[in-house]
């Protein structure tokens, strides 16, 4: 395999010796890369060659023949992202997104959806976007990339269609990854893994799904739906994804 070029976003780097640096990337072309750069640190250290994590980098590399390390030997910046990391709310946003790409994106398994909607999230924390609400598309375009899309329009139970005009609410049963309708609800509790739902909430959701990030970036929702969707997609992902995310604890205890 010859010489690659392509886009990449950081997700991890630690320092390795005396002048090297070890990096996790998503690249737009080749999915999940480690690699090495020589070079980076000290003294002697070459210009571009220090990438800082979720920013937006042109790479170039070369697969080694051995083991899981590639050899990165430019690295170009595109976008620091500066005001996703302003404050300490969008950086632990900005962490949460990059550990959810790294604990799902597959080694050298090329995801141009995955790795434009990392890019789409990371822009809209840049901006005067929600943070909260950018998190929460960012967890249900997520969750369809992966053929994990709540079914919020068939009871689970009886596959009968729910009837979103008619009700203002139903039960959302994790392990089955859809709605129980109301004969179907035996009053199971949440610790049993069912979750109340409201109609708001589940029509978010659907138009999330459906539509650009652009557009839905500047939907508002009220304060129950916003509470709802936080309790809902994170128990949902972490339902399906089983990792203890370090950024989730984060957030946690920022009572975010």
Same mark, same amino acid.
């Given at each position: 395999m010859g010489v690659n070029t392509t886009d990449a976003i950081v997700l991890r780097r630690r320092e390795f010796r005396e002048t090297s640096l070890l990096v996790t990337l998503f690249t737009k072309d080749f999915g999940k890369i480690n690699g090495l750069i020589k070079g980076a640190r000290g003294a002697r250290a070459q210009a571009g060659l220090n990438p800082q994590l979720?920013?937006?980098? +042109?790479?170039?590399?070369?697969? +080694? /023949?051995?083991? *899981?390390? *590639?050899?990165?030997?430019?690295? *170009?910046l595109i976008d620091f992202f500066d005001d996703a990391k302003r404050d300490l709310e969008r950086l632990a946003f900005a962490s949460y997104f990059?550990?959810?790409?790294?604990?799902?994106?597959?080694? +050298?398994?090329?995801?141009s959806e995955l790795f434009d909607l990392l890019l789409n999230s990371l822009k809209r924390l840049s901006d005067n976007s929600s943070a909260k609400r950018t998190a929460r598309i960012f967890e249900i375009k997520l969750l369809k990339i992966l053929g994990l899309s709540p079914n919020l329009t068939n009871?689970?139970?009886c596959n /009968?269609?729910?009837?979103? /005009?008619?009700t203002d609410r139903a039960s959302f049963v994790l392990r089955d990854g859809g709605l129980r309708c109301k004969e179907c609800d035996t009053g199971?509790?949440?610790? /049993?893994?069912?979750?109340?739902?409201?109609?708001?909430?589940?029509n978010f959701i659907m138009h999330v799904e459906r539509a650009s990030h652009e557009r839905v970036s500047r939907i508002k929702v009220s304060r129950p739906v916003g509470v709802q969707l936080e309790r809902l997609m994170g128990a949902f992902i972490a339902f399906y994804v089983k990792s203890n995310l370090k950024s989730v604890d984060f957030l946690r205890k920022l009572k975010i």
């Open positions: 979720f920013t937006l980098n +042109r790479i170039v590399f070369y697969p +080694r /023949k051995r083991g *899981d390390l *590639d050899m990165v030997t430019e690295c *170009d990059g550990e959810l790409v790294d604990v799902v994106g597959q080694a +050298r398994q090329p995801s009871c689970v139970g /009968k269609d729910i009837e979103w /005009k008619a199971n509790s949440v610790t /049993k893994g069912v979750l109340p739902i409201l109609r708001g909430t589940a």
